[in-house]
């Protein structure tokens, strides 16, 4: 019998696509991705559910079961009891909003010892003596349940920028002679100074009003080039002093509540810009980065210490998207989110014990936000776009191959290691708004439409929309993000709209006797679905000529597709992949240009074959009764995926352990009724 694994890791990379991955490993890059899809199993055709998106797909790897059965359906949930209409929907973030059991808390009910690391829609932890890590929101310490729209909260507020500039989200200050400073550096000229109020930008924890002062001098009377920031005006007590181009080392400091708590938390800074007249003044602090408040049991945030690595609202996105800062500053930030990743994961699973590990890594699809539509050829601004794009991706990925390296050699070699990504993506297309076909077909009237198909209404808001997300987050951004973040804000007219678009995929009948409001008769149901179906085939886009619509299904034959129960619309469809944003209404075996929709999957060590292709079917369904299969763990009550016997060195395990242990029932009988002589 072949060795089998002690414990397992399955470590996620949202969005990662293999044949991206497999370019740099050709290229003589990423030596830790290399050593595990070419050591063990790598899935040549891993679909993922639809969606094709964040929460659901997590979901479905955790338990094993199809979106329609675990209840989480897109990246947001529709308020019960409330119209169907965008606005009335929530970012479904909390263990609460999955109905099927997670491989963590079966095993934790097994007595089993499992650690969950930033793992999407995990928190708050059931586990009884699990270890839980963060799980509300996409990164370390967000928060993202119940939010409308693409908000989120940090436990204290999001990264800060102080300025003399004009900057989106910025603290604007005057920089005036410097009066009152104590312990001057030695040689300081005309020093400048000034006084900001520390933001905790849509913070969850209410803080105390706090101000600190910022210092302005000349190391060499050449020009002002030092930026000092200290919470008095002595350079003594100073938080720290950088140069242009350079961070801060990581400052540690106790920030007071309204109710008089402390809370430790950690940040760095950077001087983006400093001109020697001091006329253009530009510095950078990360998100607070608090040291408790994010885990289960509390004291193991506590004791997670990263010397040099913080964790980032969205690992730099938003400063890049809005223009604050460009590549070099946003992969410095990329590298200082997986350092912190690579120092929690590496620290949970060398101080505790555990049988199962698992955890998000986030970076890979924040970026593909930003780059991936620069990287694709059909799609890139310029040539010299599209290679500092292809530059910064080598760099991301090489950041995600240390942290791999890290977690891989700390997991030691009797460890199943699952590589998985949720889903892929594909670069930006033109935009494909659902509003549209209904609008024009009379099944949707926005507040403010007069006559059927009238789309001034429609186009009006979209311009307002549109307008409000560019200030607030930037021309970079991926399409998806916006289409997703714009769709919250309109307002159809409920008592003249038959059926709204909602969510990602699905458009929902405004039903009498279901919906508040509803005005469409039990009796027309089937009609108007079959209305809405055709409308969304018969729409073509008027800038290319091409129907953006690729598939429309009722509800009832979404089963095919894994979708069904109460958290679906009435009718679901998917657009195709050269239309849209970059994932979430595509199906799972869309390609187009350098992008696919399919998951990343791949298994290596102990029991698994080395060196193979899984060239079946399969799906992160079965990534659950796999896992259970090999380990014999109890499988979670609602698990529907299959057992992928084809990735082990030995398929037949089960049946080769129920034969051992018959044959040793018949020598213990023997010996029992002394039939076999010693």
């Given at each position: 019998?072949?060795k089998l694994p002690?414990?397992v ?6 969005c990662?696509?293999p044949h991206l ?5 050709d290229?003589g890059h ?7 899809f070419?050591?063990g199993?790598?899935?040549e055709?891993?679909?993922v559910?639809y ?7 997590w979901a479905?790897?955790?338990?094993g079961a199809?979106?329609?059965t675990h209840?989480v359906?897109?990246?947001h949930?529709?308020?019960e009891?409330t119209?169907?209409?965008?606005a009335n929907?929530?970012e479904a973030?909390?263990?609460e909003?999955?109905k099927?059991?997670?491989?963590w808390d079966?095993?934790?009910?097994a007595?089993?010892?499992c650690?969950v690391c930033?793992y999407p829609?995990?928190?708050p ?7 839980m890590?963060?799980g509300a929101g996409?990164?370390f ?10 908000e ?10 102080v300025s003399n500039g004009?900057y989106?989200h910025?603290t ?8 009152g400073w ?6 300081s000229?005309?020093?400048l100074a000034?006084?900001?109020d520390v933001?905790?930008?849509?913070n969850?924890e209410q803080?105390a009003p706090?101000s600190w002062h910022v ?6 009377g050449?020009g002002?080039d030092?930026v ?6 002595d350079?003594k007590d ?8 350079e961070?801060s080392?990581k400052?540690?400091y106790k920030?007071?509540?309204?109710d008089?708590r402390e809370i ?5 800074a950077?001087?983006l810009e400093l001109?020697?007249?001091a006329?253009?003044f530009?510095?950078v602090f990360?998100?607070f980065c608090p040291?408790e408040?994010w885990s289960?049991?509390?004291e193991v945030?506590?004791?997670?210490i990263s010397e040099e690595g913080i ?18 500053t946003?992969?410095?930030?990329v590298?200082?989110h997986?350092?912190w990743?690579?120092?929690a994961?590496t ?10 590990f698992?955890m998000h890594?986030h970076?890979?699809d ?5 780059i991936?539509?620069?990287?694709d050829e059909n799609?890139c601004a310029s040539?010299?776009v599209?290679q500092?794009?292809w530059?910064?991706h080598?760099?991301?990925l ?7 390296a890290?977690?891989v050699?700390?997991?030691g070699e009797?460890?199943?290691f699952?590589?998985v990504?949720d889903h892929?993506?594909v670069?930006?297309?033109?935009t494909?708004?659902?509003y549209?076909?209904l609008?024009?077909n009379?099944l949707?009237?926005m507040e ?7 789309l ?8 307002q929309?549109h307008?409000f997300f560019?200030?607030n987050?930037?021309d ?9 973040a714009t769709?919250n804000?309109f307002?159809p007219?409920i008592t003249?709209s038959?059926?709204?678009?909602q ?10 006797g ?6 469409v008769?039990?009796a027309?149901y089937e009609k108007?679905q079959q ?11 008027p800038?290319?000529?091409k ?6 299904l ?5 089963r095919?597709?894994?979708l069904?129960?109460e958290?679906?619309?009435?009718v ?5 992949p050269?239309?849209g944003g970059?994932?979430?209404p595509h199906?799972p075996?869309?390609?187009?240009g350098l992008?696919?929709?399919?998951g990343?999957l ?7 074959k080395?060196g193979?292709?899984l ?8 990534i ?10 109890p ?8 057992i992928?016997f ?5 398929p ?14 018949v020598k213990m ?9 010693h």
């Open positions: 019998m072949s002690k414990r890791a399955v470590l996620g990379f949202d990662a696509e991955i497999q370019k740099h490993i290229e990423l030596p830790t991705f290399k050593k595990l070419e050591g199993v790598l899935a055709n891993c679909l559910p969606p094709t998106i964040t929460p659901p797909n479905s790897i955790a338990t199809w979106p329609g209840h359906t897109d990246f949930l529709h308020r009891g119209s169907q209409v965008n929907t929530f973030f909390s263990s909003n999955c099927a059991e997670t491989i079966s095993l934790d009910a007595g089993k010892k650690i930033n829609g995990s928190w932890s059931k586990m009884k003596n699990g270890i890590v963060s996409l990164g310490g967000e928060f993202r349940n119940g939010h409308t729209g693409l989120c909260n940090l436990l204290l507020g999001m990264d800060q920028i004009i989106p910025a604007k200050v005057k920089l005036e002679d410097a009066e104590k312990n001057l550096p030695a040689g000229e005309e020093p000034s006084r900001f933001m905790f930008r849509l969850v803080m706090l210092l302005v001098t000349q190391s060499a050449q002002y030092r000092t920031v200290s919470p008095t005006q350079v100073a938080l720290f002093t950088v140069s242009k181009g961070w080392k400052v540690h920030f007071k509540t309204q008089g430790e938390a950690s940040f760095k950077k001087l001109t020697d007249d006329e253009d530009l510095l990360s998100a040291a408040g289960h049991p509390p945030a506590r004791e997670i964790f980032t609202f969205a690992a730099g996105l938003l400063g890049y998207t809005l223009g604050i800062y460009e590549l070099d946003y992969h410095e930030l590298e200082l997986d350092q990743l690579g120092d994961a620290q949970l699973i060398t101080k505790y014990p555990w049988d199962l698992f890594i970076t890979i924040w970026v593909y936000h930003s991936l539509t620069d990287m799609t040539k010299d599209h500092k794009a530059d910064f080598l760099k991301l090489q950041s995600q191959d240390r942290l791999l890290r977690i050699e700390a997991a009797d460890t199943l699952v590589l990504s892929g993506a670069a930006d297309g033109p494909f708004n659902p549209v076909p609008i024009k009379g949707c009237m403010g439409q007069g006559a059927d198909g009238d001034k209404a429609l186009e009006d808001s979209t311009e929309v307008t560019k200030q987050i930037g970079r951004v991926g399409r998806e993000i916006l289409e997703m769709l804000l307002k007219d003249r038959k059926a709204f678009p969510r990602t995929v699905y458009i929902y009948i405004n039903l009498k279901r919906d508040p409001g509803g005005i008769e039990q027309d108007v209305q809405i179906i055709d409308a969304l085939y018969a729409y073509v886009d800038g290319t000529g129907r953006p619509v690729a598939l429309a009722t509800k009832k034959d979404a095919i597709l894994g069904h129960g958290a679906v619309g009435d679901i469809y998917a657009i195709y050269e239309f970059q994932h979430g199906l075996t869309a390609e187009w992008g696919k929709l399919g990343m791949s298994f290596y060590g102990p029991g698994i080395k193979s292709k060239g079946r079917t399969c799906g992160l369904t079965d659950v009764p796999t896992i259970c299969y090999v380990m014999s763990w499988v979670p009550e609602h698990t529907e995926g299959n992928l084809q990735a082990l060195e030995n037949n395990l089960a049946s080769d352990r129920l034969k051992n242990l018959r044959e040793s029932l009988e023997k010996a029992l009724t002394g039939g076999e002589k």
